[in-house]
């Protein structure tokens, strides 16, 4: 039988939902499935409602699933809140000392949580752990397996905790084999113990990648949900030669990435939209300067602090947009965290090759989530640095200017120090040399110099992944971390007879050349799927991919899209 | 071997007449020289304003950014290649105002920079404007009744953040100023020099004759000991018939590039990357 079961812990924060979530999925991911986990959490260190949801699947998964399986309430708040999406025959486990709900029916099952943690020589605070047990003595699950990777899952936390937390599980499991009398048919078998397959977050993917593509300098400013980045990298800091420098602002961050670039190493930032504000105005010094610079956007809902701790899709048109003047840059959304990986690879490569700045879009349901990946191939990722001079190739005497004029908009870089030469950049519009200029005719020039690079850098964006039949009744069209819920939503459709095909796009800007895609029948209705309240590429789509869109859906509360949420608005517009 | 000459640029220069900034240019050339670092070894970061066009007039590496913004350019050059001299140049404006959050934590850091401030009291290249070094009632098209807001002490600031070098030149006194310069190069460490300089177009009460009149230097008193801080926060406030010139201020800890474990044995730009340990990494999320 096919599994597809989601498990939601819900409770206040700091009552370890993430760390539950994170070991369920390295469960199921090292006994034969995949899992995808995404948050729903309040921008508070304590309290509040939030819930941390588990998609367990035997074929990859990318998206979560509006169906709960299996409800972990961890206190009475979710218990209120989160008892709605189940249905009758899907399971709530509580705790007893919740008053005040009683039910008759057999699937909203009380466990006296705390009281077994103490009783299995735990504290109060390790109910977590016994739901964990009941939870996956429900699912069928083996023991054995579960409690030998509770050993290696809290190992760091010493042989104390280990113990404690194994005894509250194994209490947990227990209660339920010889409490539930109901009748519970969904299970997931275990496969057995196998560490092939990757558990990781979109974050630790996009920090995996720039580390794979060579990144050697990191400077940035906490701002959710873009900091596990940085945390990631600068944990990794010591061993692999990366400098991870905490910045005043995120104008200082933008300012040292720059500084290190020009000197010659791979330099990247990460923010979110607000952070990303105050990068404008470097994000003007790179291109004028042509200085290579990555820059992650984990994007949020704003405008200003909107929502802290939730997801948008809501600034694409700000990064396209963003500083003064007109100069080239580009733009990608990966769609999860395989993609994420390989994508900070072609940033790296465009910002040396174009020198120009590079925006990487994420998202909070992104860059937060964790996949279950096949693999990831550090082989895969080639490294190159663009024209560069160096001691060995470089001409005599030496005459460098470091805007010389060259048809393709790209002149050769120097670092200084490498060579004998001397390297002028300026943020003044500037001669080839790098000095300062009033003269129009090498204004014109440099202004058409930098331009020059767009046509270039549009030959490399990749046109949007294209899923699902040819000649399709219905085409879904969408960027970055909805990739997983089109896909599954247009397999929905197809199964219930409409033929529907995804079209999703990770190099967004300059818009790629769509002339290879699929042509689209009249026949076809197409539909713009954002996490947004405008559709920022629902425009672009018609103004530069001049394709029309019938139908618009858009999402901006601040929610990730399930599949059944497409599904269902797609139903709806017909 | 350098001299002076090495340094040359001849890129015309676009100074008024009379500048402090020419005196200063030359003070530079001559720490270079003393120094014997080449061109190349040499980075020069400048924000925007007129100190900020320095160095084009100088024959070195340069990066000329953005209004404020020297400090955080010139950390990430020296983090990424710390064989690197790195210097950052900009106006009071520049540093005081725009910059003052970087300025800040430059010294924080300790990141091994010489930071030269040319402070003329006011914002020359907007033309006369009150700057946040312009005296209490300055009046100016921006404040015509008078600047309502006493002047910062910026060598008060800096000794406040325990800063490692800080010291104050002027530009009427190049071969005092160029032998700080120096000394802020050989530091290890910030090194700060704040730059008095008349401003011939637009400050008429701050020029060259005061301030030759009022500056004496500090080495003249053999009892000031710029290691003492209480001594040195008493000097940073002496203004107006007397002011002092030279080392403020200087303690010793350790450099910012020095605690990066990643930069130990090798600057940034000159590592290679090393594929195995990154397989490595990938192996950790299985």
Redesign the interface.
């Known amino acids: 039988m096919a599994v597809d079961i989601t498990i939601r812990i819900g409770g206040l924060a700091g009552q370890g939902m993430q760390f539950i979530g994170m070991l369920l999925g390295k469960i199921f991911t090292r006994h034969g499935y995949y899992v995808f986990t995404h948050q729903d959490v309040e921008s508070r260190i304590r309290g509040g409602h939030n819930f941390v949801q588990v998609r367990i699947k035997d074929e990859p998964v990318f998206c979560h699933s509006q169906k709960v399986d299996i409800l972990i309430a961890l206190d009475r708040g979710s218990m209120d809140l989160d008892q709605p999406v189940l249905e009758p025959d899907d399971i709530m486990i509580f705790d007893v000392k919740e008053k005040g709900f009683t039910s008759d029916n057999p699937a909203r099952l009380p466990i006296p949580m705390e009281q077994l943690a103490v009783e299995a020589g735990g504290m109060k605070i390790m109910f977590n752990s016994v739901a964990i047990g009941a939870a996956l003595a429900l699912l069928g699950c083996d023991l054995q397996p579960i409690l030998d990777r509770l050993d290696e899952e809290f190992a760091a936390r010493g042989q104390e905790t280990v113990e404690k937390n194994r005894n509250c599980v194994i209490s947990g499991y227990g209660y339920i084999k010889s409490n539930f009398k109901g009748t519970f048919p969904k299970k997931i078998p275990l496969a057995p113990y196998k560490k092939d397959k990757l558990f990781m977050t979109g974050s630790q993917a996009m920090a995996l990648g720039a580390a794979c593509s060579g990144l050697k300098f990191y400077s940035g400013y906490p701002m959710s949900p873009s900091t596990t980045i940085m945390e990631y990298l600068a944990s990794l800091g010591r061993k692999h030669s990366i400098i991870v420098e905490p910045a005043e602002d995120e104008i200082a961050a933008i300012n040292m990435v720059i500084g290190a670039s020009f000197a010659g190493v791979r330099a990247m930032t990460a923010t979110s939209g607000g952070g990303f504000c105050l990068m404008v105005e470097g994000m003007g010094l790179a291109g004028m300067t042509e200085t290579p610079a990555v820059i992650v956007v984990a994007q949020r809902p704003g405008p200003s602090t909107g929502l802290p701790t939730r997801t948008e899709q809501g600034d694409l048109d700000f990064v396209i947009h963003a500083s003064h003047g007109e100069f080239p840059r580009s733009v990608f959304a990966p769609g999860n965290a395989e993609q994420a990986f390989y994508t900070m690879q072609k940033a790296f490569n465009l910002a040396d090759r174009f020198q120009t700045p590079v925006i990487v879009l994420g998202d909070q349901y992104l860059n937060d989530s964790y996949f279950t990946l096949d693999n990831l191939d550090p082989g895969r990722i080639k490294i190159d640095r663009g024209k560069i001079i160096s001691a060995e190739n470089m001409s005599y005497p030496v005459e460098y200017k470091r805007y010389e004029w060259d048809e393709s908009g790209i002149s050769p870089r120097i670092f200084p120090g490498q060579t004998e030469a001397v390297v002028y950049a300026d943020s003044d519009e500037h001669t080839e040399a790098g000095h300062i200029t009033e003269s129009a005719t090498v204004r014109k020039g440099m202004v058409v110099k930098r331009l020059r690079k767009v046509e270039g850098i549009r030959k490399e964006m990749d046109p949007p992944k294209v899923n699902g039949e040819r000649d399709p009744d219905l085409l879904l069209v969408g960027w970055g971390s909805t990739c997983g819920a089109l896909k599954e939503a247009a397999d929905i459709l197809t199964r219930n007879g409409l033929k529907t095909a995804v079209w999703h796009f990770c190099d967004l800007f300059p818009f790629p050349d769509t002339g290879l895609l699929p042509q689209i029948s009249k026949k076809t209705r197409i539909f713009s799927v954002e996490n947004n309240a405008t559709g920022q590429f629902a425009r672009t789509l018609s103004g530069q991919g001049r394709i029309m869109i019938d139908h618009r859906i858009f999402k901006f509360d601040g929610r990730p899209f399930s599949p059944w949420d497409i599904v269902n608005r797609v139903h709806r517009a017909l | 071997m350098v001299n002076l000459d090495d340094f040359y640029s001849d ?1 015309p220069v ?1 100074w008024c007449p009379g500048c402090g900034n020419y005196s200063i240019l030359e003070a530079l050339k001559q720490a270079f020289v003393n120094s014997g670092r ?4 040499i ?1 020069i ?1 400048s924000g ?1 304003g007129q100190a900020s ?1 320095m ?2 007039y100088l ?8 209004h404020g ?1 020297t ?11 710390h ?2 001299t790195v210097l950052a140049e900009g106006g009071d404006g520049d540093g005081y105002t725009e910059g003052g ?2 300025f ?2 430059a010294m924080r850091r300790n990141i091994d920079i010489t930071y030269l401030v040319h402070n003329n009291k006011v914002y020359g290249l907007t033309k006369g404007q009150a700057s946040p070094t312009s005296d209490l009632g300055y009046v100016s098209g921006t404040t015509p009744m008078g600047s309502f807001s006493p002047p910062l002490n910026p060598l008060l600031l800096a000794i406040s953040m325990d800063c490692t070098f800080v010291a104050r030149g002027f530009s009427g006194e190049p071969v005092h100023l160029a032998g700080l310069i120096l000394e802020g190069l050989q530091h290890r460490g910030f090194s700060f020099i704040d730059i008095l300089q008349n401003c011939v177009s637009f400050n008429r009460v701050n020029t060259y004759q005061w301030y030759k009149k009022r500056v004496y230097d500090i080495k003249d008193d053999p009892s000031y000991d710029p290691r003492d801080m209480g001594m040195a926060f008493r000097k940073a406030q002496e203004w107006g018939e007397k002011i002092p010139i030279g080392i403020i201020y200087r303690n010793d800890r350790p450099s ?1 590039d020095e605690k ?4 130990r044995n090798l600057p ?2 000159k ?1 290679e ?3 195995a ?3 490595g ?2 192996e950790f ?2």
Do not use: M, W, Y
């Open positions: 890129d676009a080449k061109p190349h070894e980075v970061v925007i066009k160095p084009h024959r070195c590496n340069a990066f000329n950014g953005l913004r400090l955080p350019v010139a950390t990430g050059i020296k983090l990424a290649n064989e690197l959050n970087h800040i934590h910012l990066h474990p990643a930069i940034l730009v590592q990357i090393d594929r340990s990154l397989e990494i990938i999320f299985r």
